[in-house]
């Protein structure tokens, strides 16, 4: 099993849509919890961070832990074609400092 | 100040040689990793350095990796006798200080052939 798991896609949604992407993690003791977008040919770029249970909003984005369930989360509202990408779900264990990332979700959004 | 800078972006080697790899942190970042990220997936972890200080080389895949971070900014990867397998993106990320966000250089993007 993965460390971190995520879904491969591709996720297509059409435009202005919500796009929901999932993560699940294996290390009950993670703390810090991340999401990066990765278009082709470039290096991830950090969208959100989360550390506590519950939601976190930043304009169109929101994240959400759930730490019992070992899962996190991230809806992209009003989905637009510039948000098609890979978007890389990330972990940091609980006695650690080194990012363990998911495979990456592809998300397609329809014009 | 700027961001995380990289170099070369691009780098084709031939099997056997040794290639050096640049990072140049964001100015007053403690912590720089680098990572690999093969084709299709999520960046691995290689190295970290708190300062100059190599504190984690435990995702080194082989004795042929080595990185250096001598005055605490710069640092390089080296790789020796390259191997078709080696062929990734490199990437280079730092931050504040270890469990602080991490921010991501361009990436050196290596074919060995």
């Known amino acids: 099993q993965k460390e971190v798991e995520q879904n491969s896609g591709p996720l297509s949604v059409p435009e202005g849509a919500i796009a929901s992407l999932n993560c699940t993690y294996s290390?009950?003791?993670?703390?810090?919890f991340f999401w990066y977008r990765q278009y082709s040919g470039k290096s991830p770029e950090l969208i959100m961070f989360?550390?506590?249970?519950g939601d976190k909003e930043d304009g169109r984005f929101t994240a959400q832990l759930n730490k019992a369930s070992q899962y996190v989360s991230l809806l992209i509202r009003d989905s637009q074609p510039s948000d098609s990408a890979t978007y890389l779900c990330?972990?940091?264990?609980?006695?650690?400092?080194?990012?363990?990332f998911g495979s990456g979700t592809r998300l397609l959004v329809r014009p | 100040g700027a961001g995380v800078s990289q170099s070369p972006r691009y780098k084709v080697a031939k099997r056997g040689q040794d290639v050096a790899l640049r990072c140049d942190p964001i100015?007053?970042?403690?912590?720089l990793f680098w990572y690999q990220q093969a084709l299709g997936q999520g960046p691995e972890f290689l190295t970290y350095?708190?300062?100059?200080?190599?504190?984690?080389k435990s995702g080194l895949p082989s004795d042929r990796f080595f990185a250096e971070r001598p005055e605490g900014s710069v640092s390089t990867l080296k790789i020796q006798r390259t191997q078709q397998e080696d062929s990734a993106v490199y990437l280079c990320?730092?931050?504040?200080?270890?469990?602080?966000?991490?921010?991501f250089g361009p990436g050196t993007r290596l074919l060995v052939l």
């Open positions: 990320a730092s931050s504040l200080d270890r469990k602080e966000t991490q921010y």
């Open positions: 989360i550390y506590s249970n």
């Open positions: 990330a972990v940091i264990g609980g006695s650690s400092y080194k990012l363990i």
């Open positions: 350095f708190q300062n100059e200080a190599q504190l984690d």
């Open positions: 100015s007053g970042h403690v912590s």
């Open positions: 290390d009950r003791g993670s703390q810090s």
